[in-house]
């Protein structure tokens, strides 16, 4: 399975854009990406997955690169309960081993 | 309403005793999944199952043992012979079918072992 590159933490102005990056050069053309936030002594809660696409919902977009070797969620306008730990995650369909790796804290600041 | 439960939330136990913790889908996912989290860090694979009555050990197996007698349940039994017990448990489930294998949380269990 393909694993994932993160900053460790990153700060983001409540109410401005935040831009998550993941690297994931050895991802493979049948391996999705996913993204999760866990929010402190919570379960991960998922926000968005994609294949090749840029996608959107009520929560995010995901942004993927041509090359898939790399993507970046964004939270287009950050408030206070965004602060948590964002996982990004690339799964095979019939996934059986989900690698979260240690994500990316990020922090609302008012 | 469709969800994964663990039970329970928080649990503390004596050193050397072992420990089951529960958790419960009726998503009717194939496949689940018992992680470990540790302060600051983050989630380690213990044991997944994708089928009934077969699992798979993680990254971090030992001291641990699961079973799959049923689709919907997967309890994790922490033996006296894991060494730091001490940990947030976090299960999850996802299906095994179709191109998204969107994965579904419970929301942990916090054990303590002193």
């Known amino acids: 399975d393909a694993k994932t590159t993160q900053p460790p933490s990153m700060d983001c102005a409540e109410g401005r854009a935040a831009n998550l990056p993941c690297n994931h050069s050895?991802?493979?053309?049948?391996?999705?990406v996913y993204w999760y936030r866990q929010i402190h002594s919570q379960g991960p809660q998922y926000i968005i997955h994609g294949l090749k696409n840029n996608e959107t919902n009520e929560m995010a977009s995901l942004i993927i690169t041509e090359d898939r070797k790399s993507s970046t969620l964004i939270l287009p306008h950050a408030t206070l309960r965004d602060t948590a730990v964002y996982y990004c995650?690339?799964?095979?369909?019939?996934?059986?081993?989900?690698?979260f790796g240690t994500g990316t804290r990020l922090t609302v600041i008012p | 309403d469709g969800g994964i439960t663990q039970s329970p939330k928080y649990l503390f136990r004596k050193e050397g005793q072992n420990v089951t913790l529960s958790c419960e889908q009726n998503l009717n996912h194939d496949a689940m999944y018992w992680y470990r989290q540790d302060p600051g860090q983050g989630l380690r694979l213990i044991y997944y199952?994708?089928?009934?009555?077969?699992?798979q050990k993680g990254d971090i197996a030992e001291g641990y043992s699961v079973s799959r007698e049923k689709k919907e349940s997967f309890p994790l039994t922490v033996t006296s012979a894991q060494k730091n017990p001490t940990a947030f448990y976090l299960c999850?489930?996802?299906?095994?079918?179709?191109?998204?294998?969107?994965?579904?949380f419970g929301q942990g269990t916090r054990l303590t072992v002193v």
């Open positions: 999850a489930s996802t299906l095994l079918r179709g191109g998204n294998t969107e994965a579904f």
């Open positions: 050895t991802i493979s053309g049948n391996e999705y």
């Open positions: 199952s994708q089928i009934v009555n077969d699992f």
């Open positions: 995650i690339v799964m095979p369909t019939g996934a059986n081993n989900l690698f």
